[in-house]
């Protein structure tokens, strides 16, 4: 019954200004009719469909595990475009709900769910990508707010955020984890600039964020001034929730057309290339297996290992898609097509979020309690 309401609502609502949306955004595509998209959002958040996992009393629709994974795979299989508030409605909302005071959580969780303010995630910095006990940008309280400095890098959608939690060092002298302060910055101010990196594929939805004595209020530390690792590892482990199913219903029409692809242009004939279609379908299955059993737990290698299994994946898929291609994947007029567009910006799964020699370094001393690696 549920899945047909969710299912219903999409089939009666993508219509009109919005039918033309059906598989815009997304990794690498973020600049696709980005506007209509927001007021696209803003039409499921009038409508209730947004945080739909989130307690009723900050908002949501107070799902289940069951119910969510419901929505997730049926707004993906409508075509339904990528969304816009992701950040703040699966990684800061949770946050804040989990470890925010009661006046953080009533100041930004309605407009969360709203989409009246979007967010990025200062993480990040030149000197500090995967080790991001090494962060340098800092900040310091004069009177009743923080000043903060220094500089973030591959902060995605910064360019369309209002606000960025950000991690910073707020004990002079301080190293790796200790020292760490989590801030809400807002972006829109003197003090903050924002530089597009242009990508592989021609877009720029990641940005570098410097911060020249921008300023917020005291009171936007989340937890206490110095604890910010471990908040910060409270929304990393956010992160990849129960919206990776509908990912997987991304990935599989993906490989659908992947396999059109190679029937077009006749190299479905190659008897590897088939062979290795028919690996990367098995492997679909086995990400949605994994994905469902490991629903709900909070810790665990089998939950650890996601990432990695969903970014080597994709990654293949992209290097099948040119493939599949043949000798036109080589050139382009102008931009790449879709496919080449896939092959170019999969090559950063295995990257962003971690890359998967840390993400690797993580899994065995942290969770499996191997060794330590031997570190200079």
Known sequence: MFRREV???????????????????????????????????????????????????????????????IFHEEYAASGAPARVGHLGEQLLGPT????????????FLPKIVAVEELWCQGYSEPGA??????????????????????????????????WCFVLARTEPGSRRHAGLSYLLVPLRQDGVTVRPIRQLTGTSEFNEVFFDGARTPA????????????????????????????QQ????????GVI????????????????????????LRVLRAHALRTL???????VAVGKLLWAQWHRRLGELAMRARGARSLTHDGEPD???????????????????EIERNIIAERVLGLPKEARA
């Not at 804040?96 to 953080?104: F, N, R, S, W």
């Not at 530390?221 to 509908?246: C, H, I, K, N, Y």
């Not at 879709?338 to 998967?356: H, K, N, P, V």
Request: with cysteine; aromatic share 8%.
């Open 7 to 69: 299912a219903d609502w999409l089939a009666e609502n993508l219509t009109g200004e919005f039918a033309g949306l059906r598989g815009l955004g997304g990794p690498g595509r973020e600049h696709e009719a980005f506007d209509l998209r927001l007021a696209w959002e803003r039409h499921l958040a009038a409508s209730g469909w947004t945080c739909v996992g989130w307690p009723r009393e900050f908002g949501g629709r107070g799902l289940s595990l069951e119910e969510q994974v």
């Open 96 to 107: 804040l709900i989990a470890l925010g005071t009661p006046e953080q959580r009533q100041r």
């Open 129 to 162: 990508g995967s080790d991001l006990a090494a962060v340098s940008t800092s900040a310091r309280l004069d009177g009743d707010t923080w000043v903060v400095s220094g500089q973030k890098i591959w902060t995605s959608l910064a360019h369309v955020a209002d």
């Open 219 to 246: 009171s936007m530390v989340v937890g206490e001034p110095g604890d910010g690792w471990r908040v910060a590892m409270a929304t990393l482990g956010f992160e990849r929730g129960v919206s990776t199913l509908g």
């Open 249 to 256: 219903i991304g990935f599989r029409r993906e490989l659908e």
């Open 260 to 283: 059109e692809q190679a029937r077009r242009t006749g190299t479905i004939d190659d008897p590897v290339l088939r062979a290795d279609l028919t690996r990367a379908w098995i492997g």
């Open 296 to 302: 709900g737990d909070e810790a665990g290698p089998e």
């Open 338 to 356: 879709e496919w080449q567009r896939l092959f170019l910006f999969s090559r950063a799964d295995t990257i962003y979020g971690g890359s998967d």
